[in-house]
């Protein structure tokens, strides 16, 4: 399972990608996310859309898990509410890859149902930081009071 997990991240390497639901937006989103993966990955065309998104989304947690440390991370989480907000950028390596970074934003709504998640794949760390940092820009924007370490 590793070396199919590794062989998709090195086919979605230097994009960015996203998936959501409960929301309006969510069966285009998730539809294009499909597509995408699709295109890249030939091998994944056969499966359903559900299953596509599945290995993708079982891919990135397996090297968030076994192939990254994270550099850094915040989260808002407001106290008594079901919701979370969180973005990480890690720094990854395997063997058949190289180094790469991987950035990661979720959002979930436990009330609505609606969730968000999004990641970028690159091997390059400016890139990987900016859109780390340009999250919890627009949550100081907001006035969103988060933790980061």
């Known amino acids: ?48 859309d559900w299953e596509v998104e599945d290995t993708v989304l079982e891919a990135i947690d397996f090297a968030r898990h076994k192939l990254c440390k994270p550099i850094r991370t915040a989260e808002y989480a407001p106290t008594g509410i079901n919701y979370y907000e969180g973005v990480a950028v890690y720094s990854c390596y395997h063997p058949s890859v190289g180094n790469f970074y991987l950035t990661v934003q979720e959002e979930e709504d436990g009330d609505t149902g609606y969730g968000f998640f ?32």
């Not at 937006?25 to 295109?39: L, T, Y």
């Open 1 to 48: 399972m590793e070396m199919k997990f590794v062989n998709i991240i090195k086919r979605l390497m230097s994009g960015s990608y996203e998936t959501m639901t409960g929301h309006p937006d969510a069966p285009k989103r998730f539809e294009e996310f499909v597509k995408e993966i699709r295109e890249k990955i030939p091998e994944l065309a056969g499966k359903d």
């Open 118 to 149: 999004g990641f970028t794949l690159t091997r390059d760390k400016r890139e990987a930081m900016r859109l780390y940092k340009s999250v919890v820009k627009e949550w100081k924007e907001r006035g969103i009071k988060y933790e980061e370490w």
